[in-house]
């Protein structure tokens, strides 16, 4: 979803991840672990890793634009 809705110029970042992308990723995490059935915590789960798949995603692309490279630049997998 990164790639399809950039990030306006002043989101705030923490640990090069947007703070919305940190809460949800929180939220998610919760609700995965009291969730009582196994359906819900499946549901919970996949959006958790869904989230921290776009949290990856704005972080390299935020990088990518910080250095002023393409995608071509920076190593697919970024250590953190």
Same mark, same amino acid.
């Given at each position: 979803?990164?790639?399809?809705?950039?990030?306006?110029?002043?989101?705030?970042? +923490?640990?090069?991840?947007?703070?919305? *992308?940190?809460?949800?990723?929180?939220? +998610?995490?919760? *609700?995965?672990?009291?969730?009582?059935?196994? =359906? $819900?915590?499946?549901? +919970? $789960?996949? %959006? *958790?890793?869904?989230?921290?798949?776009?949290?990856?995603?704005?972080?390299?692309?935020? %990088?990518?634009?910080?250095?002023? =490279?393409?995608?071509?630049? *920076?190593?697919?997998?970024?250590?953190?």
């Amino acid at each position: 979803m990164a790639r399809i809705e950039p990030l306006p110029e002043n989101t705030v970042h +923490y640990f090069g991840f947007p703070r919305y *992308l940190l809460l949800a990723c929180v939220r +998610y995490l919760f *609700l995965w672990l009291i969730s009582p059935t196994a =359906g $819900k915590r499946f549901f +919970y $789960k996949l %959006q *958790l890793l869904s989230n921290w798949g776009s949290m990856r995603e704005v972080r390299r692309l935020w %990088q990518i634009a910080k250095v002023g =490279g393409d995608s071509e630049t *920076l190593p697919l997998f970024i250590e953190f």
